[in-house]
């Protein structure tokens, strides 16, 4: 069993910064590979960012290359998103999801097998 959850959403304008954390617990954290996915209003959820689980493979979605950074703190069991430059297309719920079963991170939400709860990211123009 793994649980995730999120944290550091809110409201920002076009332009702003913010930093999302993903706690995680119930097994060890350096055994799956982790992921934030996103989902806006109306839209499908999409992947946004990956990383491997010793933390040194990063992968990123197009829209969000240059202004999200992936990164993972395996001592402390966390996930983190910083995500700068915000634009209003940003404004989504964010998910982080951990995967058992890759050592590096999947781009399909298919391959992931918990998930935590979501928290919202909202860009005004």
């Known amino acids: 069993q793994v649980q995730l959850v999120e944290s550091g959403g809110g409201l920002v304008q076009a332009g702003g910064s913010l930093r999302l954390s993903c706690a995680a617990s119930?097994?060890?954290?350096?055994?799956?590979?982790m992921g934030w996915f996103r989902q806006a209003p109306g839209k499908e959820r999409e992947f946004a960012a990956g990383?491997?689980?010793?933390?040194?493979?990063?992968v990123y979605a197009d829209a969000v290359k240059g202004r999200f950074t992936i990164a993972r703190d395996n001592a402390e069991n966390t996930l983190s998103l910083q995500m700068n430059n915000l634009k209003p297309e940003d404004t989504a719920v964010y998910y982080c999801?951990?995967?058992?079963?890759?050592?590096?991170?999947?781009?399909?939400?298919?391959?992931?097998?918990?998930w935590g709860q979501g928290t919202q990211v909202t860009v005004s123009s």
């Open positions: 999801a951990a995967d058992l079963r890759s050592v590096v991170s999947s781009k399909s939400e298919a391959a992931y097998d918990y």
């Open positions: 990383i491997s689980r010793g933390g040194s493979f990063t």
């Open positions: 119930g097994r060890t954290f350096s055994n799956y590979a």
